[in-house]
């Protein structure tokens, strides 16, 4: 761990600790990402709106990990670990797949869980607020579908629902819906 560049960590945590975690992590310096999504909750008969972690038990961290930052770290009550690939080799989660996940989460779109893919047609969102993003798109119907967007680091996807005209491959060409 003696490379220190500034990098987004994906981190474990206890069940219910996101909030808590995200908290001390800012008061300690940390840039903490907590994505969240609306969901329905039903408290004494009705339901009410609440914001809820788009991935329960991670979030991520903007940092420049060195050992002693690691260590501070570790110490935030309710953290697991870092997620890493290998036993001592941290590992960051690509640029691309935070601010595809910040775009959404800014975009207030409905969000779903999805199954974790890999392979498919990846394509680029054309316009809106998610435009630009990139991820795997899955027929619906014939001209609607879903976005899904993947962190292969937590081996989760989210889906949202798109208009099959709103994207097109990457890599340029023609929208996936002709």
């Given at each position: 761990?003696t490379?220190a560049?500034?990098?987004?960590?994906a981190?474990?945590?206890?069940?219910n600790?996101?909030?808590?975690?995200?908290?001390?992590?800012?008061?300690?310096?940390?840039?903490?990402?907590?994505?969240?999504?609306?969901a329905?909750s039903?408290?004494?008969?009705?339901?009410?709106a609440?914001?809820?972690?788009?991935?329960?038990?991670?979030?991520?961290?903007?940092?420049?990990?060195?050992?002693?930052?690691?260590?501070?770290?570790?110490?935030?009550?309710?953290?697991?670990?870092?997620?890493e690939d290998?036993?001592t080799?941290?590992?960051?989660?690509?640029?691309?797949?935070?601010?595809?996940?910040?775009?959404i989460?800014?975009?207030?779109?409905?969000?779903f869980?999805?199954?974790h893919?890999r392979?498919g047609e990846r394509?680029?969102?054309?316009e809106?607020?998610?435009a630009g993003v990139?991820?795997?798109?899955v027929?619906?119907?014939?001209?609607k579908?879903?976005l899904?967007?993947s962190?292969d680091?937590?081996?989760?996807s989210?889906?949202?629902e798109m208009?099959?005209?709103?994207?097109e491959?990457c890599?340029?060409?023609?929208?996936?819906?002709q």
């Amino acid at each position: 761990m003696t490379d220190a560049t500034e990098a987004w960590y994906a981190v474990w945590l206890r069940s219910n600790y996101e909030h808590t975690v995200n908290r001390q992590l800012l008061a300690k310096g940390f840039q903490p990402f907590l994505p969240e999504v609306h969901a329905w909750s039903r408290r004494l008969g009705a339901r009410h709106a609440i914001r809820t972690p788009m991935f329960p038990g991670y979030l991520f961290v903007r940092a420049a990990l060195d050992k002693e930052r690691y260590i501070d770290l570790l110490k935030v009550q309710g953290v697991v670990r870092v997620l890493e690939d290998g036993w001592t080799r941290l590992t960051p989660v690509p640029e691309a797949e935070v601010a595809a996940i910040q775009q959404i989460a800014s975009a207030d779109v409905m969000v779903f869980p999805c199954a974790h893919l890999r392979g498919g047609e990846r394509v680029r969102v054309l316009e809106g607020p998610m435009a630009g993003v990139e991820g795997v798109f899955v027929h619906d119907k014939p001209s609607k579908g879903r976005l899904v967007v993947s962190v292969d680091m937590l081996g989760r996807s989210i889906a949202v629902e798109m208009d099959a005209a709103d994207v097109e491959p990457c890599g340029g060409g023609r929208p996936v819906y002709q």
